[in-house]
């Protein structure tokens, strides 16, 4: 097996960093663009137990990263819940129906009952490691509370997130409610996929960003820090609050064993603030990708040599669908023929 992943994740010295992307699992790819297109919709291929774990690989097989991560998405939680959504064509997700008052938070489902209705995903796990047959690890994922709260306020997706924002203030106790409720369902779902196979699970916290220092404290890393508390011992965790640096120390103690970060700071401000306390994945700019192969391979090697040991190379967010595969497959073996300096 390759344990490069669980091998830095477990403090262990690798002769170079493991490298993944998130969203590699989707369009950048012409497999998967085939299964898609054979399907009516992408719920009905996130509950497809063979297509789902056959897109899970296809990265692995093509593009020969060092994990492979469940196909699914961060909003089964508030289907489970009771929120109905669709994928719409260039809009992106859309609810049938939001939370705008209390009894609709009355009415949300929680907990073990809940997250029983996302059995399809961990059916889908282990479809995925029969046919990984353990060539490198599986990664599961959830949305974080507060990332899946603001959709469910907010309906669809939002530049601002301003009606999940002004719902805190104007109901701080029931915001937190719906937080309660999220984050109980989150705990019973990433304990599922543990015990169905995951290796590792990543939580994210994609509108991070949309939040002050004290308000994202109170809402956000509250409940991220409930979910890491509330699963087995010795989970592998990832945490990725996407844009949250002015609540840096505070990511810094939760009990996670990696951060993953965007673009917007640098290798060497990130190291010297976070040292050796937590692992760090990151943080290409996924435009980079973009690039000539002689631009991919300096910037690449600049964040490979700046980070050095304790890292997963990845980039800053999702890998954009239009991504010239070409340019995913450079990044990907430039990371791969890297070597650090020996000691
Ligand atoms: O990383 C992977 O390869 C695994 C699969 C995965 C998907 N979504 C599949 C998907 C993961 C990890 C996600 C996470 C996710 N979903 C996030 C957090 C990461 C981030 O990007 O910030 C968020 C915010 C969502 C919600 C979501 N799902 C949006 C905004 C969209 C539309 C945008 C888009 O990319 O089309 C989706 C749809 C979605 N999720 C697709 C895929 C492959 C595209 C569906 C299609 O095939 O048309």
Not at 15 to 32: K, N
Not at 111 to 117: F, Q
Not at 254 to 275: H, N, V, Y
Request: aromatic residues 10%.
């Amino acid at each position: 097996m390759n344990r490069l992943l669980l091998d830095v994740l477990d403090g262990q010295q690798t002769e170079r960093p493991p490298v993944w992307l998130m969203r590699q699992a989707g369009r950048i790819l012409p497999q998967y663009r085939a299964v898609r297109a054979g399907l009516s919709s992408f719920k009905e291929l996130v509950k497809n137990t063979d297509k789902a774990a056959e897109v899970t690989i296809q990265p692995v097989d093509e593009l020969g990263v060092d994990a492979a991560i469940v196909f699914s998405d961060i909003l089964v939680i508030p289907e489970a819940m009771g929120l109905d959504y669709e994928l719409v064509k260039n809009t992106g997700p859309v609810f049938s129906r939001v939370i705008e008052n209390e009894k609709d938070i009355d009415q949300m489902g929680e907990g073990d009952a809940a997250a029983e209705k996302i059995d399809y995903v961990y059916d889908v796990i282990q479809e995925i490691n029969k046919r990984l047959e353990n060539r490198v690890p599986l990664i599961g994922f959830c949305g974080a509370p507060w990332t899946l709260f603001c959709y469910m306020l907010e309906g669809h997706g939002s530049k601002t997130f301003s009606k999940a924002r002004r719902f805190l203030y104007q109901h701080p106790e029931q915001s937190k409610r719906l937080l309660d409720k999220i984050t109980s369902v989150t705990i019973a779902y990433l304990t599922r996929q543990i015990q169905s196979g995951v290796d590792v699970v990543q939580i994210f916290d994609s509108w991070a960003g949309v939040l002050g220092h004290e308000k994202y404290n109170e809402f956000g890393l509250t409940y991220i820090r409930r979910i890491l508390e509330g699963l087995p011992e010795g989970t592998r965790s990832i945490v990725f609050s996407k844009g949250a640096y002015s609540s840096l120390d505070q990511l810094i103690d939760l009990p996670c064993t990696a951060l993953s970060f965007d673009w917007m700071r640098t290798a060497k401000e990130l190291t010297q603030k976070i040292g050796h306390k937590k692992v760090i994945q990151g943080n290409l700019d996924p435009c980079v990708l973009y690039g000539a192969p002689e631009v991919i391979e300096a910037e690449t090697k600049q964040i490979l040599s700046a980070f050095d040991r304790g890292h997963i190379m990845n980039l800053g967010h999702g890998v954009y669908p239009d991504t010239p595969l070409e340019g995913v497959r450079h990044f990907v073996n430039t990371v791969k023929s890297y070597r650090y300096d020996s000691i």
